[in-house]
T-cell receptor
Framework: QQQVKQSPQSLIVQKGGISIINCAYE??????FPWYQQFPGKGPALLIA?????SEKKEGRFTISFNKSAKQFSLHIMDSQPGDSATYFC?????????????FGKGTKLTVNP | DAGVTQSPTHLIKTRGQHVTLRCSPI?????VSWYQQVLGQGPQFIFQ???????GRGNFPDRFSARQFPNYSSELNVNALLLGDSALYLC????????????FGPGTRLTVT
């Protein structure tokens, strides 16, 4: 059972454009939603994270939008650059069972063309 | 500041063998989690340790075990390796057990032949 569904699987954007990646979750107990960026051969790097008490969080060119009622959250990358080309993962956790288990989406491969 | 470190970087093992992977968390972090990432997929949770105690376990067989040492470093052990165990094994550290960002290391690439 996939608890976090991520789309699209791949995304091609022109330099300077906006990249949008969407995630939907099922477990209403989730209370922490991070996004990770992963380059080939590297571990995931924490990009930005949000908790459900806010609907939007912005850090530089990266913005998370959160819709609690729809159980959806998305990552917007403004002014996309070729260096942003990587795989992006959304994740969610709830602390159920006494641990901070992150449940990841399947990833979106972003390509930003120069 | 040093991030999460993992060793070895790459490892090739034969089916049926045993493997030990090591992780050193960010200084001051007390929690270590282990994830398995199969090519083309998102990481899957294996274990979380906090203050040397197992606090969470994912849906993995008993062939997988781990422990955390007094200095908060951790080992992941996998017995009776199967071809399907080939993956990138990631360690993540966090300051606390809950409500604390998880920072990943570079991973150990395990290939089982």
């Amino acid at each position: 059972q996939q608890q976090v569904k991520q789309s699209p699987q791949s995304l091609i954007v022109q330099k300077g454009g906006i990249s949008i990646i969407n995630c939907a979750y099922e477990n209403t107990a989730f209370d922490y939603f991070p996004w990770y960026q992963q380059f080939p051969g590297k571990g995931p790097a924490l990009l930005i994270a949000i908790r459900p008490d806010v609907s939007e969080k912005k850090e530089g060119r990266f913005t998370i939008s959160f819709n609690k009622s729809a159980k959806q959250f998305s990552l917007h990358i403004m002014d996309s650059q070729p260096g942003d080309s990587a795989t992006y993962f959304c994740a969610a956790s709830s602390g159920q069972g006494g641990s901070e288990k992150l449940v990841f989406g399947k990833g979106t491969k972003l390509t930003v063309n120069p | 500041d040093a991030g999460v470190t993992q060793s070895p970087t790459h490892l090739i093992k034969t089916r049926g063998q045993h493997v030990t992977l090591r992780c050193s968390p960010i200084s001051g972090h007390k929690s270590v989690s282990w994830y398995q990432q199969v090519l083309g997929q998102g990481p899957q949770f294996i274990f979380q340790y906090y203050e040397k105690e197992e606090r969470g376990r994912g849906n993995f067989p008993d062939r997988f075990s781990a422990r955390q040492f007094p200095n908060y470093s951790s080992e992941l052990n996998v017995n009776a390796l199967l071809l399907g165990d080939s993956a990138l094994y990631l360690c993540a550290s966090s300051l606390l057990l809950r409500r604390s960002e998880q920072y990943f290391g570079p991973g150990t690439r395990l290939t089982v032949t």
